[in-house]
Every structure is written in structure tokens, then in C-alpha cells.
């Protein structure tokens, strides 16, 4: 596995090492040794989640103020832009973006430290995105960060207004949410 810090340094973008032939591909998402050793990421991972939605879903910027989750994603069908925020008022960081490209294809997984908010945007025709975090989902911590902020201007690669749930349309801009000390 490669690790590589992305322009904010504790997100960190993995590209394994893939072995292919004429049957298909093997490569190892996860190895626990690896990630402590070249990256220093010690969490231990709790829950798996799954999801799929289609083209020009846009799901959060979502976090949990308490029990908040680090996060390690990939794709395993279509591609998505994703989106890590830094809520973390000591970090030098504190407000910047940083977004990546997943894709089956690519098979790069990011590495979101707890204290981010996530979001992401489908832009194949459907996705399947599967993520392991460092923390159990608890619904009265879930907050939402307006993904449209234009304090944070992301670069959302859009083609048409995107499909959003009413939870994330009721995000809350950076100013206003409830973020990390």
C-alpha cells in the first residue's frame, strides 16, 4: 500500500497495490499492520456501512459531535467525488476542504481522522461506497454542514443540481455548527 497526505496531512489518500490478470484483480483494502506502521493510524474500526445511491446524489457534510468517527472509504461500484472538512478549531487547517476522486476502477480508499465532517457526490451513473469507522453511529450526536457553505466553497465537480436529502438541505454553514475544540 501506498500512503499519501493529502494538502491537509492527517487525511490521507491509500492506493494499494493491485495484482491483475486475465482472471480479475486481488488487492488487500485492509491491513491493519500497515496503516499503524507507514501512517500511524492506531483507531480500531467498529462498524462497516454500505451505501448506494445514484448519479448526482450528494449525501452530507455529515459528523458527530460526540463519539465522533474516523473514517476509511472506498468504492466498490462507479466513482465519487468525496469531501473531508476540518472541524477541529486547533487544527491550522480549520474550514479547508479536501476532495478526492474513488472509484472502482482506482481502487483508492481515503483516510478521514475523527473531527471532519464527510460528504459525497455521486458521478457515475450509481455508486456503492463502503466505509469501516472508528465509533458506532449515534443519531442525537449526527450534525450537518451545509454542503452549498459558500464560506467553504467546495468544488463540487456538478453537472445539474444534485439530489440532496432534507436533512442536508437543512445543514447548518461553518459559522454556525457545532464543531471540535
Known sequence: MKILQTKIPDVLLIEPRVFEDERGFF???YNERVLREKANVVE???QDNHSRSGKNVLRGLHYQIKQPQGKLVRVVVGEIFDVAVDLRT????FGQWIGVHLSAKNKHQVWIPAGFA???LVVSEHAE???KTTDYYAPEYERTILWSDPDLAIAWPLEVEPIISAKDRAGKRLKE???FA
Not at 486547533?90 to 487547517?93: D, E, G, M, P
Open 129 to 131: 461506497v463502503l466505509y
Open 118 to 120: 464527510h460528504g459525497f
Open 44 to 46: 480500531q474500526f467498529v
Open 90 to 93: 486547533n487544527s491550522k487547517y
Open 27 to 29: 488487492y488487500e483494502s
Open 177 to 179: 455548527a457545532e464543531v
